[in-house]
């Protein structure tokens, strides 16, 4: 080698070895080093892999949501602009539509539908359209270009425009497999919240407890649970006594002394509920029974603290019952059986209703155990069950079918 040329190290790199046992290179090859010379580490820690799995965690969150906006936006482009243009350019109508400012893009969508139908990449027939190939800003030009054609639908053609602008950062990011902050994640999910509003898709969104599309995606794996709280403080964080009970059709309640009901929604609000048309059923724990003292030395208290409390709220919802037009709108049970949860189900019959439910732990109070937050109507699952199958309703039909059994054998109070 030229003394201008660098030297590689040998190929060998066994220490035992003689430099009379490397074998001679061939006249025109180079040696190349091995691993053990480079000092590349190809294992990942515990602390890589928690970071890779949180990356990944993060884009599956906000791919959903892309994904979601992005399908709402294919539809109306496609319910606008085609009853516009197919007549005249038949299936070539989206290249039309697209004029001569979008050609570029739109020719790069044409060439990727092709590559796909050549190598089978088309799973669903109706997928097989230019339409199906273009992407969120291409959709986004389009509606842009003809917003005379949408106005006529949609108001605040700036605030669409700039809330998809919001989804660049996300999208890039989710697309090259880069780091999604939380911040950036959390933004993600309401501009896409509000995209979808915009674009007059809030009925799937509405409600209580407004559905997750997340929650939609992982529904199947995990029954009808839609929230887990470490305790009834952040619970009500987000999702508070005046969300979940307000404008209610049907409040069922069964435990002990329903303090989430009776000490965070007011009397007032309680009675224009009933007022309205919406029946209250509410099964306290009888204060003079056996199970009140069992649970008062569970706890720690002093002998009676826990029967008065009790006392005081079902005094209290009497009062209420009292200023209710229909009393049999508003009725009062006890039970004296063992508790063993506090369940909340409002609007139980309904394919809306929510369900908050935590169990009765030795040690804690019902404000530091655990909450379930639970969805009723059942779940659409990913893969259709097998003909003839039940149909598995999750743990919100498990507690509504506790509460009537322990309603049934309850005693009434005057």
């Known amino acids: 080698m030229s003394s201008g040329g660098l030297e590689l190290p040998p190929g060998g790199g066994n220490p035992g070895e003689s430099a009379a046992d490397v074998p001679e290179p061939r006249a025109g090859t180079v040696s190349v080093a091995q691993p053990v010379e480079i000092g590349a580490g190809l294992s990942w820690s515990a602390a890589t892999w928690a970071d890779v799995h949180t990356r990944a965690q993060r884009a599956g969150r906000a791919y959903v949501w892309l994904n979601l906006v992005e399908q709402r936006l294919r539809a109306v482009v496609a319910a606008v602009l085609r009853p516009v243009y197919?007549?005249?350019h038949g299936e070539e109508w989206v290249v039309a539509a697209a004029g001569p400012a979008g050609q570029e893009w739109v020719q790069r969508a044409v060439a990727v539908r092709e590559v796909s139908r050549r190598k089978g990449y088309v799973l669903d027939p109706a997928d097989d359209n230019l339409l199906s190939f273009l992407t969120l800003p291409q959709l986004r030009e389009l509606m842009v270009q003809h917003w005379p054609c949408y106005e006529p639908y949609f108001a605040g053609r700036r605030e669409l425009e700039l809330a998809l602008d919001e989804l660049e950062l996300a999208r890039s990011a989710v697309s090259r497999n880069r780091a999604l902050s939380p911040a950036v994640l959390a933004q993600t999910e309401r501009t896409s919240q509000r995209i979808?509003?915009?674009?007059g898709a809030d009925a799937a969104l509405a409600g209580r407890l407004p559905v997750d599309a997340v929650e939609e995606l992982v529904g199947d794996r995990f029954a009808d649970v839609v929230g887990v709280h470490p305790d009834r403080v952040r619970l009500q964080r987000s999702l508070p006594a005046e969300d979940l009970f307000g404008g209610a059709r049907r409040?069922?309640?069964?435990?002990?002394?329903?303090?989430?009901?009776v000490q965070n929604y007011s009397g007032r609000r309680l009675v224009r509920l009933a007022d309205t048309g919406c029946r209250v059923r509410l099964l306290f724990l009888n204060p003079a029974s056996s199970a009140v003292r069992r649970r008062e030395r569970e706890l720690g208290l002093k002998r009676g603290e826990l029967s008065r409390a009790v006392e005081m709220n079902i005094l209290h919802m009497r009062r209420v019952r009292s200023r209710v037009r229909d009393a049999a709108a508003f009725r009062i049970h006890v039970f004296d059986e063992t508790p063993r949860f506090t369940a909340y189900l409002v609007d139980g019959d309904e394919p809306d209703g929510l369900a908050v439910v935590q169990p009765y732990l030795r040690r804690a109070r019902g404000m530091e155990s655990p909450v379930l937050v639970l969805r009723g109507g059942g779940r659409t699952l990913v893969q259709d069950p097998p003909p003839g199958?039940?149909?598995?309703?999750?743990?919100?039909?498990?507690y509504r079918e506790e509460f009537e059994s322990?309603?049934?054998?309850?005693?009434?109070?005057?």
Not at 196 to 199: N, Q, W
Not at 406 to 414: C, G, H, I, L, Y
């Open 196 to 199: 979808l509003t915009l674009l």
């Open 406 to 414: 322990t309603w049934t054998d309850a005693r009434p109070v005057s």
């Open 389 to 398: 199958s039940p149909e598995d309703d999750g743990l919100f039909s498990t």
């Open 86 to 88: 197919e007549p005249v």
């Open 251 to 261: 409040i069922d309640a069964i435990g002990i002394g329903l303090n989430l009901l």
